[in-house]
């Protein structure tokens, strides 16, 4: 009887050292392909926030200059930095670091005020740069 067992034994033994190879290549191709489908969520998620947060950025420009317009403002930047973040948080539940929205009202104000730039020449300032340093 124990002639079988040692049999047995050899036999579960080359099954294990032919198997586990294969095995272990399988299990580290899913977690590859998880690793790549995780990379390629994060990368939507991230042109996701930040269109959302170049539009918020377009539409508080705008917001700021009509408030300014209308007198009820004299620190525009800051008002739209302010408009961006509430708006964000109230309608995606998302804080974002104020830098990076600084940054798209930047990005939104030179938009804004240099995209007929090309055709006029002598064009003064858009009353944004002194806050914007």
Not at 22 to 49: C, D, F, I, W, Y
Not at 56 to 65: I, Q, T
Not at 94 to 100: A, E, K, S, Y
């Amino acid at each position: 009887m124990m002639e079988w067992r040692d049999v047995l034994m050899k036999v579960v033994e080359a099954l294990a050292v032919a198997l586990i190879p294969m095995l272990v290549t399988l299990a580290a191709g899913q977690v590859v392909k998880l690793v790549q489908e995780l990379g390629n969520r994060m990368r939507q998620r991230n042109a996701e926030a930040y269109e959302m947060i170049r539009l918020a950025a377009r539409e508080a420009v705008k917001a700021a200059e009509q408030a300014n317009l209308a007198g009820l403002i004299e620190e525009k930047k800051q008002y739209a930095i302010d408009y961006v973040e509430k708006y964000l948080n109230r309608a995606y539940g998302i804080t974002v670091d104020l830098d990076v929205i600084a940054n798209a009202i930047e990005a939104a104000v030179y938009e804004e005020f240099n995209q007929y730039r090309t055709l006029q020449t002598g064009l003064t300032g858009s009353g944004w740069e002194s806050e914007a340093e």
